[in-house]
T-cell receptor, first 111, second 116 residues
Framework: GQNIDQPTEMTATEGAIVQINCTYQ??????LFWYQQHAGEAPTFLSY??LDGLEEKGRFSSFLSRSKGYSYLLLKELQMKDSASYLC????????????WGLGTSLAVNP | GAVVSQHPSRVICKSGTSVKIECRSL??????MFWYRQFPKQSLMLMAT?????????EQGVEKDKFLINHASLTLSTLTVTSAHPEDSSFYIC????????????FGPGTRLTVT
């Protein structure tokens, strides 16, 4: 079967670091996406990992371990505007290469 | 680059009427587009994959005759919600994959549909 798991909610403090974990089980796995979504808006692309290891982009980093079916999104120097839902999605190598989506992690950044 | 637009952004319609939502890739060509629905505080639910020049591929449980998809050009896909009912009220989001790119999807801003 295909399954994506991530925590439902997380809370962190402004200026701190937070790690959002995602585990996946999917056939035909090709890579792992992270998207950010603010309430009432469409998702925006954050990162895409195909190979094992850490990819860093400014305050955001994403890690992938294909052997463990595990990824995380690391957010540093948290800002209030980072309060949003973070969606983990696995790309499927089948027809149409659709994305398999997690339910999202709602992150609240407190002052 | 890689901008996707949706129109309308919000629509209110009466029960029993049909509503058409347009999804356009503004600065790239997209053979493949995706239509999602999202209920409050829930994740994206893929409804169907739209392929230019061929029939859409619907996910299990999505009614083909109720949610009509037409992908007539490399920059436009439309979703028509036929005979809408209040339970169809939702946030509908499209995404497009740029031709030549493998997996990344660019999302439109979404359409808020309210059926009264």
């Amino acid at each position: 079967g295909q399954n994506i798991d991530q925590p439902t909610e997380m809370t962190a403090t402004e200026g701190a670091i937070v790690q959002i974990n995602c585990t996946y089980q999917t056939s035909g796995f090709n890579g792992l996406f992270w998207y950010q979504q603010h309430a009432g808006e469409a998702p925006t692309f954050l990162s895409y990992n195909v190979l094992d290891g850490l990819e860093e982009k400014g305050r955001f980093s994403s890690f992938l371990s294909r052997s463990k079916g595990y990824s995380y999104l690391l957010l540093k120097e948290l800002q209030m505007k980072d309060s949003a839902s973070y969606l983990c999605a696995a790309s499927h190598a089948g027809n149409n290469r659709k994305l398999i989506w997690g339910l999202g992690t709602s992150l609240a950044v407190n002052p | 680059g890689a901008v996707v637009s949706q129109h309308p952004s919000r629509v209110i319609c009466k029960s029993g009427t049909s509503v058409k939502i347009e999804c356009r890739s503004l600065d790239f060509q997209a053979t493949t587009m995706f239509w999602y629905r999202q209920f409050p505080k829930q994740s994206l639910m893929l409804m169907a994959t739209s392929n230019e020049g061929s029939k859409a591929t619907y996910e299990q449980g999505v009614e083909k005759d109720k949610f009509l998809i037409n992908h007539a050009s490399l920059t436009l896909s439309t979703l028509t919600v036929t005979s809408a009912h209040p339970e169809d009220s939702s946030f509908y989001i499209c995404s497009a994959r740029e031709n030549g790119k493998t997996y990344e999807q660019y999302f439109g801003p979404g359409t808020r549909l309210t059926v009264t």
